[in-house]
């Protein structure tokens, strides 16, 4: 994948020489003026195996529930709504629901009526992270280390589930406040970590967020060069928008190449064939899991 790269950023301080007015004119004072430090620096790992040959890219509507639907829920909603995909929970440790349904037997059912996966990892969170339902935190310290370890266990969830090599999945931080930037360089860390271990097993990487936090602070690592990234980002950004344009720090030539989803709508009911659910409304365009 190519980035958007931009010229590195003086770190030294300019010194101005300024000719002051009043008493003493004509002499010269020294101002120091920091240069603008950038709030995520570049870090590069190694990624010999880089990410799995592509998938048939899937464009169109995808919905995700916190639990997986009942099977005949998703033959119902199969022939009638408009979704042709879904997000499942399939690993880590901080999911918020159980998953009775989700067994390797449903995701063959599933793929069978026609259903592809956007397989998520719920597992440590941004050190900022103010929520409470989700108290465990990468340490900035370890940050790359524990974004391999995740990816380990997320590798083992989708083995369990049946979904083979070249899935991806995605790794779910949410919402977080930007007022710390080692915050946002532990959560690009931990990302980089993640890509780097999901590609070594044979896996694509995804990365799901909020536009102004989590993806705001990888398309600042894109932009001043990190790698590995992440091969598509959801972003989270709730305007009723079924688009993947993106917008803000989302800039066109950040993700082009059919890398993105688009959480658009949250937490809506809606009915098909006689089923109900509350889910998240996406729009998608790129490789999923099936």
Request: hydrophobic share 40%; net charge neutral.
């Amino acid at each position: 994948m190519r980035y958007l790269r931009s010229t590195a950023m003086a770190a030294a301080s300019l010194v101005l020489l300024l000719a002051v007015d009043g008493p003493g004119a004509g002499a010269a004072e020294t101002v120091t003026i920091a240069a603008a430090v950038p709030r995520v620096r570049a870090t590069v790992l190694p990624d010999r195996a880089g990410p799995p040959a592509g998938r048939d890219t899937y464009r169109g509507a995808a919905f995700d529930a916190c639990t997986a639907p009942p099977l005949e829920t998703l033959r119902a909603w199969r022939g009638a709504s408009p979704y042709g995909a879904l997000g499942i929970y399939t690993s880590g440790s901080q999911r918020a629901c159980a998953q009775p349904q989700l067994t390797a037997g449903w995701v063959r059912r599933a793929r069978a009526t026609g259903w592809r996966f956007l397989p998520v990892h719920v597992g440590l969170q941004a050190p900022c992270s103010e929520l409470g339902s989700k108290p465990l935190r990468i340490d900035p310290a370890r940050a790359v280390q524990q974004g391999r370890q995740e990816a380990a266990e997320a590798v083992r969830g989708l083995r369990a589930l049946g979904l083979g090599g070249g899935s991806p999945v995605f790794l779910d931080i949410e919402a977080y406040p930007l007022r710390d930037p080692a915050c946002g360089q532990a959560v690009v860390d931990f990302a980089l970590g993640w890509t780097q271990g999901l590609h070594g097993a044979g896996f694509r990487s995804g990365f799901y967020s909020s536009l102004d936090s989590g993806i705001a602070d990888l398309a600042a690592a894109a932009r001043a060069g990190s790698s590995p990234l992440p091969d598509t980002l959801w972003y989270a950004r709730w305007n009723d928008r079924a688009d993947t344009v993106g917008e803000g720090p989302l800039t066109p030539d950040l993700w082009a190449n059919h890398q993105r989803v688009h959480q658009h709508h949250g937490n809506v009911e809606e009915t098909y064939g006689g089923a109900t659910l509350v889910i998240d409304r996406n729009e998608v365009d790129t490789p999923l899991a099936s």
